[in-house]
C-alpha cells in the first residue's frame, strides 16, 4: 500500500471514499467533516440529529457522495471523546476503519489528518499514528494460502490530507519505518515452526543485516560450546535442531561502549520438553520466539533512523522438545556466568537461555540491557493481554521504557521485585533453582533473570499476554501483535535525546 502526503483540498480530491472525523458529543461536524457535510446539503448534520453518527470511538459510517464530490464515498469515523483523545487512538481509528473499508471495492481512501490540535497533539504525531495505524491494521499473513484473492478486498493507497507538505512526509516516512518492522516481526512470529527454525531466525538476521548495514554474528553450536552456554545448549539438546545464538551489532556512535542490549527470547517452538505441555494450545508455542523477532524488528528500525547509539540485539534460539537425549527434571546445568542452576521444570526454558544472553551482555560490558521473552503464564494470568509486565533493577531505565510504551499504545505495567521473591529459587543442590512455587510466577521468574544481570541497569519486559491476540481490533490483527518492537525502538530514541 502506498500511503503519501497531500495538502490540495479533500473535497478535491477524486478517490473512492474520503474519510473525515466526528467526535462524540459534538452537535455539528467540524473541520473538514463541515466542509464534506456542506458539499453535501448537510447530509452529515441530519445523520448526526438523527442518532445515526454518534461519533463514538471506533464507530464507521458510510454515505454516497451520488456524484456531489468527486470521491464516490465519504467515510465519517469516530475518535470519541475530544478530551480523551491520543495518538493511540487516531493509530486505532485508522486502522480499523480502513479494515472495514477493505473488501467493499474500495482501493483507494483519502483521509483528513485526524486529531491534530486537540489534546495536544501536533500534526506530525497525528500523521506518523495514522500511518503506523494504517500498515499495522491492514496487516495480513497470507503466504501459505495457495487460494489467491482478487484485487478486490485490497486498499492500494492512503492519502492523508493536511497542511505541510514537508513534515508531513517526514512523519509518514518514521512511521512506515515502525510499522514495516513491527510487521515484520508479525510476520516471523505467525510462521508456523517448520519454516522458523533456531537456522531460519538466524537466517533472517543475516537478510535484514545485508539490508539494512547491520554487523552480524551467528554462533553455532561449537561456539556456544566454548562460551559455556549451558542454559542454551541445554534446553536445545532435545531437539533435531541445532541452537543458534544472534548477535547484531548497530553502531551509530564513534564510541566503542554499547550503550544498550535488547534481549530476546528466541525459542522457536516450545513443547514443554520432558515436563511437556498439554494439547490444547500447543500449536501457539511456535510464537515463543516472539522477544527474538522483536529485537530483530527493532534493530531494522533503529539502523533506518540511523540514531547517535550503539545498539546490540542477543538471540538465543532454539526449540524446546522432548527426546531420549532431552534435558530432564532434576538437572543441574551451568550458564555462561559460571551459575549452577537445578532445571526442575523444562518447561521454565526461556529464562535458561536469557540466562546466557544476559550473561553475554554483561561479558560485552553493555551499559544497559532490556531484555523481551513470552516468559510466563503467570504474567498473562495477573495482567491479562492489555498490559507487557515490566521489572527491572534501575528506576531511570524503567521511567523510560514505560513512557515510551505508553507514546506507542504498547502499555507495560511495573511489577514488584522485592528481594524475599528470591527465596523461592534458592537450591539445595545448586546455586539457584530455574522455578519458584506457584505463586508470583511471573515475578520469580524476573528474579531468575537478575541473577545473570551483574548489576547492569536491567528491564525485563514479559510479553506472554501481549505477543498476540484472538482477534481484530483497532490497529490489531488476530495473530502476532509486533509488540514491543515500537516501544523498543521509542526507547531508543529517546536515550539520545538524553544522553
Not at 530455574?434 to 521468574?445: E, P, S
Not at 525485563?460 to 483497532?474: C, M, N, P, V
Request: charged share 25%; net charge positive; hydrophobic share 40%.
Amino acid at each position: 500500500m502506498q500511503i503519501k502526503a497531500s495538502t490540495g483540498n479533500i473535497l478535491s480530491i477524486k478517490t473512492d471514499a474520503i474519510m473525515v472525523y466526528h467526535y462524540e458529543g459534538a452537535k455539528e461536524p467540524e473541520g473538514e467533516a463541515a466542509a464534506v457535510d456542506k458539499a453535501l446539503d448537510g447530509a452529515i448534520t441530519q445523520l448526526i440529529k438523527k442518532g445515526d453518527i454518534k461519533g463514538k470511538l471506533n464507530e464507521v459510517n458510510v454515505i454516497h457522495s451520488l456524484g456531489r464530490l468527486p470521491a464516490g464515498r465519504v467515510v465519517i469515523a469516530g475518535l470519541g471523546k475530544k478530551r480523551k483523545l491520543d495518538t493511540d487512538k487516531i493509530r486505532g481509528v485508522v486502522g480499523g476503519t480502513l479494515r472495514q473499508l477493505r473488501g467493499r471495492g474500495v482501493a483507494n481512501v483519502a483521509g483528513a489528518v485526524a486529531g491534530a490540535g486537540v489534546s495536544k497533539i501536533n500534526i506530525e504525531d497525528a500523521v506518523q499514528a495514522a500511518t503506523e495505524g494504517a500498515m499495522l491494521g491492514l496487516y495480513t499473513f497470507k503466504r501459505h494460502v495457495t487460494k489467491k484473492e482478487g484485487k478486490r478486498g485490497e486498499i492500494k493507497s492512503f492519502t492523508i490530507v493536511g497542511k505541510g507538505r514537508r513534515r508531513m512526509g517526514e512523519s509518514i516516512e518514521r512511521g512506515k519505518v515502525l510499522a514495516e518492522a513491527a510487521n515484520w516481526a508479525r510476520d516471523m512470529v505467525n510462521e508456523p515452526s517448520n519454516f522458523m527454525t533456531p537456522n531460519d531466525m538466524a537466517g533472517a538476521a543475516r537478510q535484514i543485516a545485508e539490508k539494512y548495514g547491520l554487523e552480524v554474528e551467528v554462533f553455532e553450536k561449537e561456539k556456544i560450546q566454548e562460551l559455556g552456554m549451558g542454559g542454551l545448549l541445554g534446553v536445545s539438546q532435545g531437539s533435531q535442531q541445532p541452537p543458534r545464538f544472534i548477535v547484531l551489532n548497530y553502531k551509530g556512535s564513534k564510541s566503542d561502549r554499547i550503550d544498550i542490549v535488547l534481549a530476546g527470547k528466541g525459542i522457536t517452538f516450545d513443547s514443554g520438553g520432558i515436563n511437556i505441555k498439554p494439547t490444547e494450545y500447543m500449536d501457539d508455542m511456535k510464537g515463543d520466539m516472539a522477544g527474538g523477532a522483536s529485537v530483530m524488528a527493532a534493530m531494522m528500525a533503529i539502523t533506518r533512523l540511523k540514531p547517535e547509539i550503539n545498539v546490540t540485539a542477543l538471540v538465543p534460539a532454539t526449540e524446546n522438545m522432548p527426546s531420549g537425549t532431552a534435558m530432564k527434571p532434576g538437572d543441574i546445568i551451568t550458564a555462561m556466568n559460571g551459575k549452577t542452576i537445578e532445571v526442575l521444570n523444562t518447561d521454565a526454558e526461556g529464562r535458561l537461555i536469557l540466562a546466557d544472553a544476559l550473561s553475554y551482555a554483561k561479558k560485552l560490558g553493555a551499559k544497559a540491557v532490556v531484555d523481551v521473552a513470552t516468559l510466563t503464564g503467570a504474567c498473562r494470568v495477573a495482567l491479562g493481554t492489555l498490559c507487557t509486565g515490566a521489572f527491572g533493577n534501575n528506576n531511570a531505565l524503567m521511567s523510560k521504557v514505560i513512557a515510551a510504551g505508553k507514546e506507542t499504545g504498547e502499555l507495560m505495567w511495573e511489577l514488584p521485585m522485592y528481594a524475599e521473591y528470591r527465596e523461592q529459587l534458592k537450591s539445595d543442590l545448586a546455586d539457584i533453582k530455574n522455578i519458584g512455587n506457584r505463586y508470583g510466577g511471573a515475578i520469580t521468574a524476573a528474579k531468575f533473570l537478575e541473577d545473570f544481570v551483574g548489576g547492569i541497569p536491567w528491564v525485563h519486559l514479559d510479553i506472554a499476554g501481549t505477543a498476540d491476540t484472538s482477534k481484530d481490533k483497532g490497529y490489531q490483527v488476530k495473530g502476532a501483535t509486533g509488540v514491543p518492537v515500537r516501544t523498543l525502538v521509542k526507547l531508543v530514541l529517546s536515550m539520545v535525546k538524553r544522553k
